[in-house]
């Protein structure tokens, strides 16, 4: 039975592509379109052609309508602003999601602020001088605001917003069921680590490869697998040829769902030192951490970012100061002796974060 409401999702990212605010606007209209509202999308082409896009969409329960990004990026915005014009009266709510449809919905005179929804994930909330106000100002045209963390929400605490909601990022049950804990004895004697995200100085890959040496020292045979799109990969390549640990890391690219899950199953802990950029770019929560749980994988996060929501810490793994070499590695062997407590725990914890539950919580907002 339909909704009566309708919702329009106005994304800056949107799969097939990867993007945490794309799977998360992507999972957001699903769930709400199989509870019954009315669920259409703007997004972007992001693929060359457009022909990923166009088989993801078809396959989709919703409307999707996209805007291809262009080497003039000012045709991609006006683009952009024509398809939101054309949709946006005839919706009951607008979410926004990501630095431009944040400004594009919160600065529109012409839309009432009880359609306005907002979104915020981190970095675009994160940003400095003209852009910083531009957001402060479109920030206070929203109904409601959601933030994906406690730490995104504090980095808006000086506009202090009373319609503010913290509510975490979700993820779907894993396809492959997390094993069993497994006993000390059947295991490697070496943890194999696993970070999963854009290769990038804000994912923190460069810090685990810088602490690998020390690590090496306890565990000699210690491997390290990186996923994710390999965007600044030649730089890290480069600096771990220099320390001399090149032959313990594997940086396996883009990769198939299917086929991260799998790398995640042979992993042993899950690893994200992420860091906040002299550009404002900070790590909102974390999801792909919960994934990891979700399959049995304790987790090793950074403090000071949105890390610190998805990590019980003690339970689920443990929280280090990024560039804390020393604190990386005791945060290393003290889950490794404790393995299959952790790894228990990590399951557990995961669990709260499913979509089934996240969902309920939006759909309290969207229903007041």
């Not at 020292?217 to 001399?244: C, M, N, R, W």
Request: glycine fraction near 6%.
């Amino acid at each position: 039975m339909k909704n009566s409401k309708k919702i329009l999702i106005l994304t800056s990212e949107f799969p097939p592509q990867p993007g945490g605010i794309g799977n998360h606007a992507y999972h957001l209209a699903f769930q709400l379109q199989q509870k019954g509202y009315q669920i259409t999308v703007i997004a972007d082409i992001r693929s060359k052609d457009g022909n990923e896009e166009r088989v993801f969409d078809a396959a989709l329960p919703f409307k999707v309508y996209r805007a291809t990004r262009r080497k003039i990026i000012l045709f991609t915005y006006l683009r952009r602003i024509w398809i939101y014009k054309k949709l946006a009266g005839k919706q009951s709510i607008i979410i926004a999601s990501g630095k431009f449809p944040l400004w594009l919905v919160g600065l529109d005179p012409f839309l009432s602020k009880e359609k306005k929804y907002v979104v915020i994930h981190g970095s675009e909330v994160n940003l400095q001088g003209f852009y910083k106000k531009l957001t402060d100002i479109a920030l206070q045209g929203f109904n409601q605001i959601v933030a994906v963390s406690n730490f995104t929400k504090s980095l808006v605490h000086n506009l202090k917003l009373k319609n503010i909601h913290v509510i975490p990022n979700g993820f779907m049950k894993p396809y492959i069921k997390p094993e069993k804990a497994i006993k000390k004895s059947q295991r490697n004697s070496f943890p194999i680590l696993i970070t999963v995200g854009n290769v990038t100085e804000r994912k923190g890959q460069l810090n685990v490869i810088k602490a690998l040496p020390q690590l090496l020292k306890s565990y000699p045979d210690v491997q390290y697998h990186i996923v994710g799109i390999p965007t600044e990969q030649p730089v890290f390549e480069k600096s771990a040829s220099e320390l001399k640990v090149l032959n313990c890391i594997t940086f396996h690219g883009n990769v198939s769902e299917e086929k991260k899950q799998q790398l995640l199953h042979e992993s042993d802990i899950f690893v994200m030192l992420s860091n906040s950029t002299a550009t404002g770019d900070v790590e909102g929560f974390g999801i792909a951490i919960l994934e990891a749980n979700a399959l049995g994988l304790p987790a090793i996060g950074s403090m000071h970012s949105g890390i610190s929501d998805a990590i019980k810490e003690g339970e689920s793994g443990r929280l280090v100061p990024s560039k804390d070499m020393d604190a990386f590695v005791k945060a290393i062997k003290e889950i490794w002796v404790d393995y299959d407590r952790y790894q228990v725990q990590a399951v557990a914890w995961s669990k709260q974060f499913n979509w089934s539950i996240i969902i309920k919580k939006y759909m309290a907002i969207l229903n007041t």
